[in-house]
């Protein structure tokens, strides 16, 4: 088997690349922006959208490499409610809506403990539970009719084989949904009486079918193509270091969400308030992670075309000891209830300095989380960020051990849901950053940590007029 055809649906971005597993990269993409449908009743991912294009896709990318196998990764959060005829039986949500917020109290009181599920609380819809739990009692008809309940990648891999099923990563993201040491469903999933309608749990690298004949037909793939079950995607980011990587070990996945995984590290007592969890791997374990929305912080402080990065505007900030303290957006990660300051007028900065700052900032959350966890050893961080010298320059002065960056593509999940394929030439293509770090660095991560400690310590809320975008 030489090509994989890997469907992988980001929060912001669903693409389909084709991977050489020989070669172990993306040798072709297509790519489009992950829409939520405002109508209806309530916002939703627009999947017959994403089913279109992931079709026309396939065939594309077929017509110019024959595709030999395909594998699935995608965002968490989200669950897939399917009716007996094989439909939705209810729309799929966006989870950034805060709809389940309004049951956050009888929720609360129904929800098993972090101890548990290593599952922190969240808010909106993060938890699949709490999502489940509002759906049922805000739609009860339409409840009613849900005949399966699916994680979303396997959702994919269904509609490409008929075989309906659920995944140990994508149960064991947050989700309340399950117990990482028991390797079983949590309480509330037989409590609420959802345990009938979860499909059968397999893990990620398993082959659950055969591509159907219509599809077949329409892609112009063979039938009954090997598809497999599917993986989320921080635990795809984190799979191949899995195979390749001795511990202590921690991956940084950027993306819209950065998720750090501890592998081997130091036993930690988990904070849920502060956005630490249980995540479970590929292979069933359970790994010690954290998190924060530092792509999306990106997105909303610098826009879509960031300015070039400047070491001149580097050492200008360093100087000057220009900070963002957090957190943007507010309500998860490490200082959930932070309102975001900058100790300089924002009007002030030229773009590079303000791009410096961010990158800064993020590093240090991203330092934070990594502490939190009691990760040790080398970072490796994968994703849009692993191009960023001015995070990696940061995040090794704040943390003091090796940085390596991951530059085979923009994304590791893709790669990594590609592990998943018997054959495959795993390797990580991680890089190491070995700059010369100059003091001034280590001493602007000194001032940040203590900041933000004192904040912590106090408990209030930092005020500040709103950022501007």
Known sequence: ????????????????????????????????????????????FDIERLWRFILAS??????????EAISVTTHGATAVLLDKAGGLAIPVLDYEFAGPDTLAVEYDEARPSFLETGSPRLPMGLNIGAQLFWQQRTFPERFANVASILTYAQY??????????????????HTDLW????????????EQGWFPLFAPVLKA?????????????????????????????????????????EAPFSVVSTGTWVIMLGVGGEAAELDEKRDTLINVDALGD??????????????????????PASPEAEARVLAAGHMLLPSVPGGSGPFPSASPRWTVEEKSLDPAERLAIVSFHLALMTATCLDLIGAKGEIVVEGPFAANAAYLRMLSAATGRPVSANRLSTTGTSLGAASLVAGARVRTGAEAFDEAIPPAY????????????KHVEAGTRMKSPPLER
């Open 156 to 173: 994919w891999s269904y509609r490409l084989t008929g075989i309906k099923t659920t995944e140990l990563t994508s149960l064991g993201c």
């Open 58 to 67: 396939l065939a594309a990318l077929h017509r110019e490499h024959p595709v």
């Open 205 to 245: 690298g398993e082959v659950i079918g055969g591509l159907l004949k219509p599809l077949a037909h329409e892609t112009g793939l063979q039938q009954g193509l090997p598809v497999y079950c599917g993986i989320h995607d921080s635990n795809a980011s984190l799979l191949p270091h899995l195979l390749t990587r």
């Open 179 to 190: 117990n990482p040491e028991a390797a079983a469903f949590s309480k509330l999933v037989e």
């Open 442 to 453: 280590g001493e602007y991560a000194s001032r940040w940590t203590r900041a933000t400690a």
């Open 1 to 44: 088997m030489k090509t994989v055809a890997v469907i992988d649906i980001g929060k912001t971005n669903a693409k389909v690349a084709l991977v050489d597993l020989e070669r172990f990269e993306e040798i072709a993409v297509r790519k489009i922006p992950n829409l939520v449908v405002a109508e209806g009743l309530y916002p939703h």
């Open 286 to 307: 359970p790994v010690p992670s954290a998190r924060f929305m530092g792509g999306r912080a990106f997105s909303m402080l610098l826009g879509e075309n960031p300015p």
